[in-house]
């Protein structure tokens, strides 16, 4: 099956540093999503983007589907960012199953 | 409802019971996906349903596990014969129209085999 890495597997920032965390996955995908999940386990979606960049406030993703990577960008950290980043795909073949990586847990400290 | 909603939001059964776990996914979405996550692992897919039929249950681990969608809604997950390493969170999810598209998780079951 399809294989996600993330990067880095850990980060800790200090408020309002930016950063950047990378997915790149072993096939061609057509569904990609990267998640956030809380403290309290709930996975919340950030951004839908099997190709092209997107932003939403201080987020953006950009996804190069040719080069089978993403990257999540996230600019001016809050304390409230902190948590565990997930990337998941789904293959070309079938746009059903996500295949999770392992996330990036962000700490970020006031 | 506004987001997909499980119950319990917590489960503990001694091993060798019989549990089920129940899914409400976002009104009118046909698509519903069951993952199990592991602690300091991200999810892991167990099984797909499109309307009321399983398109893909590849991710069941063994046949203990079973879930339902009668009505092409509400899902329940069912595991017979637990055992202390079904512990896990169990996450659901819906999306609208068939895959691909944004999948939107529940806050999960968090189930504890004694």
Known sequence: GIQVEQSPPDLILQEGANSTLRCNFSDSVNN???????????????????SGTKQNGRLSATTVATERYSLLYISSSQTTDSGVYFCATAPGTSGSRLTFGEGTQLTVNP | ?????????????????????????????????????SLGQGP?????????????DSGLPNDRFFAVRPEGSVSTLKIQRTERG??????????????????????????TVL
């Open chain 2, 44 to 56: 892991e897919f167990l099984i797909y349903f499109q309307g009321t039929g399983a398109a893909d």
């Open chain 1, 32 to 50: 990609l999503q990267w998640f956030h999940q809380n403290p309290w386990g709930q996975l919340i979606n950030l951004f839908y983007i099997p």
């Open chain 2, 1 to 37: 409802g506004a987001g997909v909603s499980q119950t319990p939001s917590n489960k503990v059964t001694e091993k060798g019971k019989y549990v089920e776990l129940r899914c409400d996914p976002i009104s009118g979405h046909t698509a519903l996906y069951w993952y199990r996550q």
């Open chain 2, 86 to 111: 079904d512990s896990a969170v169990y996450l659901c999810a819906s999306s609208s129209g068939a895959p691909p598209g944004t999948q939107y998780f529940g806050p999960g079951t968090r189930l």
